[in-house]
């Protein structure tokens, strides 16, 4: 089977032990893990020789969705309209249903995924700081970044990290998030205590984790 012209990365992990694929949901196209001494003629005929899966997965991702006028996109799981308005104030304005971006047609883009970072860095550090105030405890850093396959993550010396992309996702699924990772700063693994921790921070942590796994893809296709 001939697969369509599609982006394919190659990447060596010494600890793989053979060939695997996986489709990269913001690149749309696939990423080859390859065993150190696989060449890369035989990851190519691996790809070839599974084309039918491939073609498969890339026609199950979400359409991509840019950040121009008239496009709808979701700010704390609300659907808001890109409206477009040069001679506006301020760069960038939240409204209930839109988003009033002002300046060149050309700027719109850039101008509202900077203020989609922006709000993620304000809502993600002040949330963290509170949930985290309600265990006594208080993280080292939280920084905010455009993570291909993790949500969030604690690292041993209390760092807090997050998706900006979470900014897109209901406020309830953001506030597992972070209570996930927060629960870390006490509990640093996944065992029964912790699941307990994270469940005196909020209430209906499996529902969000089912929305991520359904939903959670399509974020990465915006912008």
């Given at each position: 089977?001939?697969?369509?012209?599609?982006?394919?990365?190659?990447?060596?992990s010494p600890r793989a032990?053979?060939?695997?694929?996986?489709?990269?949901?913001?690149?749309?196209g696939i990423v080859v893990v390859m065993p150190k001494r696989t060449s890369e003629a035989a990851a190519a005929d691996f790809v070839a020789r599974n084309a039918g899966w491939v073609m498969h997965q890339l026609a199950k991702l979400p359409q991509s969705r840019s950040f121009t006028p008239g496009d709808e996109i979701p700010v704390l799981g609300l659907p808001r309209l890109i409206r477009h308005e040069p001679g506006g104030r301020g760069a960038v304005a939240l409204e209930t249903e839109a988003l009033r971006v002002s300046g060149g047609l050309e700027?719109?883009?850039r101008r509202v995924r900077d203020f989609l970072k922006t709000?993620?860095?304000?809502?993600?550090?002040s949330r963290a700081l509170a949930t985290a105030a309600r265990l006594g405890r208080k993280p080292t850093r939280v920084t905010v970044r455009d993570t291909a396959t993790r949500w969030g993550s604690c690292s041993p010396a209390g760092a807090l990290s997050f998706s900006w992309r979470l900014i897109l996702a209901p406020e309830w699924v953001l506030d597992y998030?972070?209570?996930?990772?927060?629960?870390?700063?006490?509990?640093?693994?996944?065992?029964?205590?912790?699941?307990?921790?994270?469940?005196t921070l909020v209430p209906e942590p499996a529902k969000a984790r089912a929305?991520?796994?359904?939903?959670g893809g399509a974020l990465h296709r915006y912008g």
């Open positions: 089977m001939t697969m369509p012209e599609t982006k394919v990365v190659y990447r060596r032990r053979r060939l695997s694929l996986r489709v990269d949901v913001r690149a749309g700027h719109v883009p709000l993620a860095r304000r809502e993600m550090l998030v972070i209570a996930h990772e927060v629960a870390h700063l006490k509990e640093m693994n996944h065992g029964p205590r912790f699941w307990a921790l994270v469940h929305w991520l796994s359904r939903h």
